[in-house]
DNA sequence: ATGGGGCTTCCCATGATGGGAGGGTCAAGG
DNA sequence: CCTTGACCCTCCCATCATGGGAAGCCCCAT
């Protein structure tokens, strides 16, 4: 399979796959005589976990361990949920700071008369803080 | 005043305030004989404005246009509430992407059993998906 | 007058991704 | 058998806001 179809069937851009080559996140892939890259269904299946686990919001380096726990048959389960718990704290942290943004903002916005004048609760808060 | 004055009385570091010097953010800085950097309470009114208004989230693009609204006595208040408006949907957008990315893990990291045992239902959806 | 700290510019790196140039390769159809 | 178009390769560049660091100039206090 070349880069292109391993792209279609797995969702990551071949360009992606280049990149994850690169840095080593996947096993360096096999190549033709004439340089081309090849890829098999095991490799694949490695694509897509990490699609699946980018579009979870993990970083590179977290999908690095997922990945190397995912090929370990004796990982043991405690290490993995630590990983994801992790992120999930993560996640809920970032969450927490946009909604408090986005809360300051609704009420500054629900102040804002949002009309020809020129007076504006939004730039006053900006000013003052 | 100095660059790390204005840094220290902002809150913007003095790296921040060459760059959006230099991107054209804020208006040029007087020099010196010397060729330092000169800043008054203007200056630091516009650094604080522009502090303030990254805390909450907004692009350098949408600061550029509160900005140019701040500076202008005559903006309708219309134009200032579109952009905060935009902005908190696209807050909304971003925090309903990473509550759905927590949601899905909490579910998996609650059916792990996160002990010895390498079962473990996290690996299993990001293989499978 | 000398030393330490502050200022200047310039270059580099981040992280994940895309764009594009220049050049080799493969397969299908004339 | 040759051409053509669609691949593939590597290498370089850009993003966006931010920080690190080097080399060299400047100012103030001792």
């Not at 102040?111 to 808060?125: K, Q, T, V």
Request: net charge neutral.
């Amino acid at each position: 399979m070349n880069i292109g179809q391993a792209a279609k069937a797995s969702g990551v851009s071949a360009k992606m796959i280049r990149y994850y080559d690169e840095i080593g996140l996947v096993r360096p892939a096999s190549r033709t005589e004439s340089n081309y890259r090849e890829y098999d269904d095991r490799s694949l299946n490695e694509l897509r976990f990490i699609r699946r686990a980018r579009s979870l919001g993990f970083s590179m380096p977290e999908i690095t361990q997922l990945l190397s726990l995912w090929r370990d048959r004796q990982r043991p389960s405690r290490d993995v949920k630590a990983i994801a718990e992790r992120h999930i704290a993560d996640l809920d942290a970032r969450i927490a700071e946009m909604q408090a943004m986005a809360d300051t903002l609704r009420h500054l916005s629900h102040c804002c008369a949002g009309d020809d004048r020129p007076e504006c609760p939004i730039l006053e808060d900006l000013t003052r803080s």
